[in-house]
């Protein structure tokens, strides 16, 4: 039996509205983070099924520490400036790297990951976490999805952190 999504449009632009309005819903009058944070992960690796892997990293002091996430087993603490979370949270910018392995000190979790974005997530100018999301293809991320996760990370600063 195949899974089902909750998604029905076939564009990226319609599937990327759904996302928007099903995490709104889903969250809609729940103050608790990490069920928020849940929803959110499990909608969008249900909406982009280019990702392999979709998840949080939250900054703990100096590291940034596994939070929820959907897809394989992860690293579970990355030190400050490394890797591509690492990267950036440190420089608070989102990061779009269509070749892991053309990014230096990519950690590579999934030997399978070719490609990847990490959106950082900022509160009073600091960064509580990045949303990071993994691809078994090249470059399956463009500046669309950017902006788009980039307004997810938006919404995800107004949490209760
Ligand atoms: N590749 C990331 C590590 C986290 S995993 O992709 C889930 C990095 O270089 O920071």
């Not at 103050?31 to 099924?49: E, G, R, T, Y």
């Amino acid at each position: 039996m195949s899974e089902t999504s909750a998604f029905s449009a076939s564009d990226k632009h319609g599937r990327y509205q759904e996302l928007h309005e099903m995490i709104a819903a889903v969250t809609a009058g729940e103050p608790d983070l990490i069920a928020n944070l849940s929803n959110a992960v499990a909608l969008i690796k249900d909406c982009l099924p280019k990702a392999s892997w979709v998840g949080f990293y939250i900054q703990r002091g100096e590291d940034l520490v596994l939070g929820p996430f959907q897809g394989k087993v992860a690293c579970v603490r990355i030190g400050p400036g490394r890797g591509v979370c690492g990267a950036a949270a440190q420089q608070q910018l989102t990061m779009l790297v269509p070749d892991v392995e053309a990014f230096p000190g990519h950690i590579a979790c999934d030997a399978g990951s070719k490609s990847e974005i990490v959106v950082p997530i900022v509160v009073a100018n600091r960064v509580v976490a990045v949303l990071d999301l993994d691809s078994y293809e090249l470059a399956a991320f463009d500046q669309a999805d950017q902006r788009e996760l980039e307004r997810i990370a938006h919404w995800c600063g107004t949490l209760n952190w």
